[in-house]
């Protein structure tokens, strides 16, 4: 049986993938901070759970909805996780797609802050804007 919080990053990913904007804020802490990196618009601190959904929308928008993240591998225990997914998006006319990281920080059974580490950094900063 997985560890709880590798099933809740399972979770987020099938949320994220249906659009389910209501089940993925569930998951996280009202406090909680995603992390992003680059030279694109979405680069900085999303904090509280409006700041993530603001993060999602306007990475769903800068691709003209065509971005995908594909879970490939998690690892989890009670206070730490990684996942590792493909993301996949139409840029201009271009299929794109990029590796990343996701580094989580669990309180209390919920995602309290997430990091992300684009293998490919020019192209996340395609897909997201830059």
Do not use: C
């Amino acid at each position: 049986m997985a560890h709880g919080n590798v099933e809740l990053i399972e979770r987020a990913y099938a949320a994220f993938a249906a659009g389910d904007l209501e089940t993925i804020l569930s998951l996280w802490t009202d406090d909680g901070v995603w992390h992003t990196g680059g030279n694109n618009a979405q680069a900085g601190d999303h904090e509280g759970k409006e700041g993530v959904a603001g993060y999602l929308g306007a990475v769903a928008q800068s691709s003209g909805g065509t971005f995908r993240a594909e879970l490939q591998n998690v690892l989890a225990d009670d206070t730490n996780g990684y996942s590792l997914h493909k993301a996949t998006a139409t840029v201009d006319g271009e299929a794109v797609e990029v590796w990343s990281v996701l580094g989580y920080r669990f309180v209390d059974g919920k995602i309290t802050e997430i990091w992300t580490f684009d293998f490919d950094q020019d192209t996340s900063d395609r897909i997201l804007g830059g």
